[in-house]
């Protein structure tokens, strides 16, 4: 309509132009030769172009160094005023025809029309401008690309800035490009063939609102003064920034940037849904932000409301022309403001600006230094984890403890020793989860100390504390914060909703199984990573005792046949354990169903039993606790998508002291039927322990294998293969050798291992198992000799099914 009725006002004033040229013109007309019709037509079409692109600008001026006037068409968006078509003007005409341009501006129907209604369509090279001129809507092509995109960028600076992106996974690859209004209601990107490329995928009937949706609402790659980034774990919710792949290439990149609300909001990058770097707010501002200039401080709002849902926004104290943050293809989110003077953008801001904001450069208890000649260092009173790796500038496995603290040492061996204090370390960052509390310093202190959770602490605002054997902390504000950490890395520790969030609400239809403890749930996470959830029941028998043993011991184990722990859960009397999914269920299931037991050949057979073996070995011998398992069966081994075994369920698990043989146990624990005789019957567990479980676990996929004197003619034709039958009968063997009733007859693990790969070449023969009775005339127990008395050990039973 604007359009329209602004081409008529343009047909009277060129109507009374041609009426009265005679007499409102000293010379001739400028348009040359021609009749008044051809002038006419001309003058439709110019006053058509104008109306109908915001390219050109039509009206009165006078030229350089001269008094003359002229109403004529130049360019709109360009700094040098270039004039492509004049005429002379003077007397009625030059009043009749800027009254006609004055009075389509008092309609509001100039130029920078901003709407697109249902009936209209924006076609490429078409744009729109907004109301106060300072974005425009239309079809682009970034820098070295021919491809085109609807996207939104500023309108009156001289650098080209797109600030948001439509089609960013489908790109035109020509300019056939239309935005339209679809029957719907949606906003539509069709190509050439009419194929939606793009759809704002709202319904009508989801709101009541007049504005149904906004890109104000759905931030790209900028996030600009009033947007808001957002999380909520309760609906699995995410606005945040999505970085592009490439300077010429707006799809989706490698990065991401937005607020993660853990015990302690903070914002966050991400890269390949990894952290990447992180500022955590204290609740006044971010730490960690290296410009000071007040003239540039940031307006900052960030709101909690500690039920799942976080939002950040800012705006700038002082008003800036144009200001942005975004997140360049190379994951630096950079806050910059137009200088009109230098008519550029002026970088206020890098994150991250140096290797050392990088998320776990220095892994845990590591710290970082930019300038040094050597980036990473332990803490004081810690030592590189793995001294390899540190030796070739790969600190990310981080620095543990040279002694442990005391809490460590009287829960592990009874022993107390000199007491733990605090030490100061300055320009530090809260790390991922903070729980705060309030009250005085002391207190603070105090109550660190009492926790054997708590290694850190931190006034708000400037001391951050880490509890040391010898040693203390400190990084500092107002209000105080307790750091918790189990010796575990980053994002471990879990509210229940969230656990609940990731698997519909504990929903029957996410149950993988149930083992002794309690049922194991399948979740996602907002990354699309998926989790196994293993949720203690009440009557479970696994007291606190046994669920923080096996968070205590997994965190600290790394090994390819051990399942890998991702955080935990402790909220009232719920306990939960969060680890990675393994899709392939248990080794019962593979084994004893006959569907799954398709999936195996002998060779995958005989890796599973070498990995689990390896596993063991790890536990036994190669990490910094030895470790004694406890409760070894098939359905405590998860397969993989390889069918690689990975061990799980540490509730039972024991640390081993360094320099002991065997040890004794009051309380026995584990699965009747995989437990040796010595333990079941006596309390004594040693490393061999695990060796009898483990031979019951080998007998359950081998014992097919085996009967009487002729061995080959036993083994399951689903695996048999002639040419692994010496391979076959050496399983078989260790098997039987496993299975002694006598410890001094069952082989270490070490040993097994190189009985499997043939490095021990002579076998010894197998004893006929009798088991109890006669381990049980070989042992006494040295405190009980002399003295008979009865008692009830605790055996917790498992039934088995599978994950």
Same mark, same amino acid.
């Given at each position: 309509?604007?359009?329209?009725?602004?081409?008529?006002?343009?047909?009277?004033?060129?109507?009374?132009?041609?009426?009265?040229?005679?007499?409102?013109?000293?010379?001739?007309?400028?348009?040359?030769?021609?009749?008044?019709?051809?002038?006419?037509?001309?003058?439709?079409?110019?006053?058509?172009?104008?109306?109908?692109?915001?390219? @050109? %600008? $039509?009206?009165?001026? /006078?030229? *350089? &160094?001269?008094? +003359?006037? #002229?109403?004529? =068409?130049?360019? !709109?968006?360009?700094?040098?005023?270039?004039?492509?078509?004049?005429?002379?003007?003077?007397?009625?005409?030059?009043?009749?025809?800027?009254?006609?341009?004055?009075?389509?501006?008092?309609?509001?129907?100039?130029?920078?029309?901003?709407?697109?209604?249902?009936?209209?369509?924006?076609?490429?090279?078409?744009?729109?401008?907004?109301?106060?001129?300072? @974005? %425009? $809507?239309?079809?682009? /092509?970034? *820098? &070295?690309?021919? +491809?085109? #995109?609807?996207? =939104?960028?500023? !309108?009156?600076?001289?650098?080209?800035?797109?600030?948001?992106?439509?089609?960013?996974?489908?790109?035109?690859?020509?300019?056939?490009?239309?935005?339209?209004?679809?029957?719907?209601?949606?906003?539509?990107?069709?190509?050439?063939?009419?194929?939606?490329?793009?759809?704002?995928?709202?319904?009508?009937?989801?709101?009541?609102?007049?504005?149904?949706?906004?890109?104000?609402?759905?931030?790209?790659?900028?996030?600009?003064?009033?947007?808001?980034?957002?999380?909520?774990?309760?609906?699995?919710?995410?606005?945040?920034?999505?970085?592009?792949?490439?300077?010429?290439?707006?799809?989706?990149?490698?990065?991401?940037?937005?607020?993660?609300?853990?015990?302690?909001?903070?914002?966050?990058?991400?890269?390949?849904?990894?952290?990447?770097?992180?500022?955590?707010?204290?609740?006044?501002?971010?730490?960690?932000?290296?410009?000071?200039?007040?003239?540039?401080?940031?307006?900052?709002?960030?709101?909690?409301?500690?039920?799942?849902?976080?939002?950040?926004?800012?705006?700038?104290?002082?008003?800036?022309?144009?200001?942005?943050?975004?997140?360049?293809?190379?994951?630096?989110?950079?806050?910059?403001?137009?200088?009109?003077?230098?008519?550029?953008?002026?970088?206020?801001?890098?994150?991250?600006?140096?290797?050392?904001?990088?998320?776990?450069?220095?892994?845990?208890?590591?710290?970082?230094?930019?300038?040094?000649?050597?980036?990473?260092?332990?803490?004081?009173?810690?030592?590189?984890?793995?001294?390899?790796?540190?030796?070739?500038?790969?600190?990310?496995?981080?620095?543990?403890?040279?002694?442990?603290?005391?809490?460590?040492?009287?829960?592990?061996?009874?022993?107390?020793?000199?007491?733990?204090?605090?030490?100061?370390?300055?320009?530090?960052?809260?790390?991922?989860?903070?729980?705060?509390?309030?009250?005085?310093?002391?207190?603070?202190?105090?109550?660190?100390?009492?926790?054997?959770?708590?290694?850190?602490?931190?006034?708000?605002?400037?001391?951050?504390?880490?509890?040391?054997?010898?040693?203390?902390?400190?990084?500092?504000?107002?209000?105080?914060?307790?750091?918790?950490?189990?010796?575990?890395?980053?994002?471990?520790?879990?509210?229940?909703?969230?656990?609940?969030?990731?698997?519909?609400?504990?929903?029957?239809?996410?149950?993988?199984?149930?083992?002794?403890?309690?049922?194991?749930?399948?979740?996602?996470?907002?990354?699309?990573?998926?989790?196994?959830?293993?949720?203690?029941?009440?009557?479970?028998?696994?007291?606190?005792?046994?669920?923080?043993?096996?968070?205590?011991?997994?965190?600290?184990?790394?090994?390819?046949?051990?399942?890998?722990?991702?955080?935990?859960?402790?909220?009232?009397?719920?306990?939960?354990?969060?680890?990675?999914?393994?899709?392939?269920?248990?080794?019962?299931?593979?084994?004893?169903?006959?569907?799954?037991?398709?999936?195996?050949?002998?060779?995958?057979?005989?890796?599973?039993?070498?990995?689990?073996?390896?596993?063991?070995?790890?536990?036994?011998?190669?990490?910094?606790?030895?470790?004694?398992?406890?409760?070894?069966?098939?359905?405590?081994?998860?397969?993989?998508?390889?069918?690689?075994?990975?061990?799980?369920?540490?509730?039972?698990?024991?640390?081993?002291?360094?320099?002991?043989?065997?040890?004794?146990?009051?309380?026995?624990?584990?699965?009747?039927?995989?437990?040796?005789?010595?333990?079941?019957?006596?309390?004594?567990?040693?490393?061999?322990?695990?060796?009898?479980?483990?031979?019951?676990?080998?007998?359950?996929?081998?014992?097919?294998?085996?009967?009487?004197?002729?061995?080959?003619?036993?083994?399951?034709?689903?695996?048999?293969?002639?040419?692994?039958?010496?391979?076959?009968?050496?399983?078989?063997?260790?098997?039987?050798?496993?299975?002694?009733?006598?410890?001094?007859?069952?082989?270490?693990?070490?040993?097994?291992?190189?009985?499997?790969?043939?490095?021990?070449?002579?076998?010894?023969?197998?004893?006929?198992?009798?088991?109890?009775?006669?381990?049980?005339?070989?042992?006494?127990?040295?405190?009980?000799?002399?003295?008979?008395?009865?008692?009830?050990?605790?055996?917790?039973?498992?039934?088995?099914?599978?994950?």
């Amino acid at each position: 309509m604007g359009k329209t009725l602004f081409t008529c006002f343009v047909q009277v004033g060129w109507s009374m132009y041609y009426s009265h040229r005679s007499h409102f013109f000293k010379r001739k007309c400028r348009l040359g030769a021609g009749n008044a019709q051809s002038k006419w037509r001309l003058s439709l079409f110019l006053a058509y172009l104008v109306a109908r692109s915001y390219a @050109f %600008r $039509l009206g009165f001026f /006078s030229p *350089v &160094n001269s008094t +003359n006037c #002229y109403f004529g =068409i130049w360019y !709109n968006n360009i700094s040098v005023f270039t004039v492509i078509w004049s005429e002379q003007v003077m007397g009625l005409l030059r009043k009749t025809i800027l009254l006609s341009v004055l009075f389509c501006f008092c309609l509001n129907l100039g130029f920078a029309i901003d709407i697109i209604r249902s009936s209209q369509s924006l076609k490429d090279p078409e744009y729109i401008i907004s109301n106060g001129s300072t @974005f %425009r $809507l239309g079809f682009f /092509s970034p *820098v &070295n690309s021919t +491809n085109r #995109y609807l996207g =939104i960028w500023y !309108n009156n600076i001289s650098v080209f800035t797109v600030i948001w992106v439509v089609n960013r996974q489908k790109a035109l690859k020509d300019s056939s490009g239309v935005l339209t209004i679809s029957e719907d209601g949606n906003l539509v990107v069709l190509n050439g063939q009419e194929e939606i490329l793009w759809s704002s995928n709202v319904s009508n009937s989801l709101t009541n609102s007049r504005i149904i949706w906004e890109s104000f609402q759905h931030p790209y790659d900028s996030f600009l003064p009033g947007m808001k980034i957002s999380t909520n774990f309760r609906k699995n919710q995410r606005v945040q920034l999505t970085s592009w792949k490439s300077p010429s290439d707006p799809s989706i990149g490698r990065f991401s940037s937005g607020i993660d609300q853990l015990n302690t909001p903070g914002a966050f990058i991400w890269k390949d849904g990894h952290p990447f770097w992180q500022t955590p707010w204290n609740g006044q501002a971010f730490i960690g932000k290296y410009n000071t200039n007040p003239q540039y401080h940031n307006g900052y709002t960030v709101v909690d409301d500690k039920e799942g849902t976080a939002f950040a926004t800012f705006a700038y104290v002082n008003e800036l022309p144009l200001s942005k943050f975004v997140l360049n293809s190379q994951g630096k989110l950079v806050q910059s403001y137009w200088n009109n003077r230098k008519e550029d953008w002026e970088v206020l801001e890098i994150a991250p600006k140096f290797d050392c904001e990088v998320y776990g450069t220095c892994g845990d208890f590591g710290t970082c230094h930019s300038l040094g000649s050597s980036m990473c260092s332990c803490l004081r009173g810690f030592e590189p984890k793995i001294i390899d790796e540190w030796n070739r500038r790969n600190w990310t496995s981080g620095c543990v403890r040279r002694a442990p603290l005391q809490c460590d040492r009287v829960n592990n061996s009874g022993e107390e020793g000199k007491e733990d204090w605090f030490f100061t370390l300055k320009t530090m960052k809260v790390p991922d989860f903070a729980e705060s509390l309030y009250g005085a310093k002391d207190d603070c202190q105090k109550r660190c100390l009492e926790n054997c959770s708590c290694v850190a602490y931190r006034p708000l605002k400037v001391i951050i504390t880490i509890t040391m054997t010898f040693g203390a902390i400190a990084v500092v504000t107002t209000t105080y914060f307790l750091w918790r950490r189990m010796g575990m890395t980053h994002k471990q520790v879990w509210k229940k909703w969230q656990v609940a969030t990731t698997t519909k609400n504990f929903h029957i239809a996410n149950m993988l199984g149930r083992g002794g403890f309690g049922p194991v749930y399948w979740g996602k996470l907002h990354d699309g990573q998926e989790i196994a959830v293993k949720r203690l029941s009440r009557t479970s028998g696994q007291g606190l005792e046994e669920f923080m043993n096996e968070v205590a011991l997994i965190s600290k184990l790394q090994h390819r046949n051990l399942a890998r722990l991702l955080g935990y859960c402790i909220e009232g009397e719920e306990k939960m354990l969060i680890y990675e999914y393994i899709p392939n269920k248990s080794l019962d299931a593979i084994v004893f169903d006959p569907l799954y037991q398709k999936l195996l050949d002998w060779r995958k057979c005989f890796n599973i039993i070498k990995g689990i073996s390896r596993g063991l070995l790890y536990l036994h011998r190669d990490s910094r606790l030895k470790i004694i398992y406890r409760d070894l069966k098939a359905s405590n081994i998860l397969l993989d998508q390889e069918l690689n075994p990975k061990i799980s369920d540490f509730g039972m698990a024991r640390i081993f002291g360094g320099n002991e043989v065997q040890a004794k146990t009051k309380r026995v624990v584990g699965t009747y039927g995989y437990m040796s005789p010595e333990y079941a019957m006596n309390g004594v567990f040693s490393k061999k322990s695990n060796v009898f479980s483990f031979s019951v676990l080998l007998l359950e996929i081998a014992w097919k294998l085996w009967k009487g004197e002729n061995s080959m003619a036993l083994v399951d034709p689903a695996i048999w293969d002639p040419s692994f039958q010496m391979e076959m009968l050496r399983c078989i063997h260790v098997g039987l050798l496993r299975m002694q009733d006598s410890t001094r007859d069952r082989p270490i693990v070490p040993t097994v291992i190189s009985m499997l790969s043939s490095e021990i070449a002579d076998l010894p023969t197998p004893k006929q198992p009798i088991f109890i009775e006669r381990e049980m005339a070989s042992y006494t127990d040295p405190a009980q000799q002399g003295q008979i008395k009865s008692s009830i050990y605790n055996v917790t039973i498992t039934t088995v099914y599978g994950r």
